[in-house]
Nanobody
């Protein structure tokens, strides 16, 4: 299983970015996909997750109302639309996939990880 994340970059506060993460063939037939982020010296933190059917989503309190996770199962791709970005959103963003149908927030529940994409929000 390989996950390829892209879409990161440099944006001013208040701006928007859309991250994408494509999973390779062989990914679990039913899976949950999630986004996490990490800054140097801190633990990886949950951002958002979405179940296979999209009927169950979960968000960190810090991004609720600003970020939206979605997926296209035909393309085996998950997206993270990030609006109203803040400098504190600056981090490396990782996508992950887990077997099962619930978007748990703890990294330990996820089986495979992408390489990360840098998001930098300037003030």
């Amino acid at each position: 299983v390989q996950l390829q994340a892209c879409g990161g970059g440099l944006v001013q506060a208040g701006g928007s970015l859309r991250l994408s993460c494509a999973a390779s063939e062989g990914t679990f037939s039913r899976n949950t996909m999630g986004w996490f982020r990490q800054v140097p010296g801190k633990e990886r933190e949950f951002v958002a997750g979405i179940s296979w059917g999209g009927d169950s989503t979960s968000y960190a309190d810090s991004v609720k109302g600003r970020f939206t996770i979605s997926r296209d199962n035909a393309k085996n791709t998950v997206y993270l639309q990030m609006n109203s970005l803040k400098p504190e959103d600056t981090a490396v963003y990782y996508c992950a996939v887990r077997r099962g149908d619930y978007p748990y927030s703890r990294p330990i529940f996820y089986d495979h990880w992408g390489q990360g994409t840098q998001v930098t929000v300037s003030s």
